[in-house]
């Protein structure tokens, strides 16, 4: 069993940047990939990032790549999405999710986060 609390959201301009954090509970976490999702009002929760185990792969939706980069401490139990770069459509509540393989299917992630919301302002 793994518990995650997600942290760091907060509102933003456009063209800010946030930090968000995923502390995960359990001596398990280093052998779980992790992905972060978002849901946006009205719409389906969708991929955004998803790092391996070890954190040498790391995978991006087309609309965040060049703009977040996710990582990994093991050591710390925590996996992080640097968002910059910030735009109004990234606008949503951010979900950490753990699962055994990176991947950007959101039925294939085990744990998840309660979520952290993030708002971009114009």
């Known amino acids: 069993q793994v518990q995650l609390v997600e942290s760091g959201g907060g509102l933003v301009q456009a063209g800010g940047s946030l930090r968000l954090s995923c502390a995960a509970s359990?001596?398990?976490?280093?052998?779980?990939?992790m992905g972060w999702f978002r849901q946006a009002p009205g719409k389906e929760r969708e991929f955004v990032a998803a790092?391996?185990?070890?954190?040498?792969?790391?995978y991006y939706a087309d609309s965040v790549k060049g703009r977040f980069t996710i990582s990994r401490d093991n050591a710390k139990n925590t996996v992080y999405l640097q968002m910059n770069s910030l735009k109004p459509e990234d606008t949503a509540v951010y979900y950490c999710?753990?699962?055994?393989?990176?991947?950007?299917?959101?039925?294939?992630?085990?744990?998840w986060g309660q979520g952290t919301q993030v708002t971009v302002s114009s």
């Open positions: 359990g001596r398990t976490f280093r052998s779980y990939a």
């Open positions: 790092i391996n185990w070890s954190g040498d792969s790391t």
């Open positions: 999710a753990a699962g055994d393989v990176a991947v950007v299917f959101v039925y294939l992630y085990k744990y």
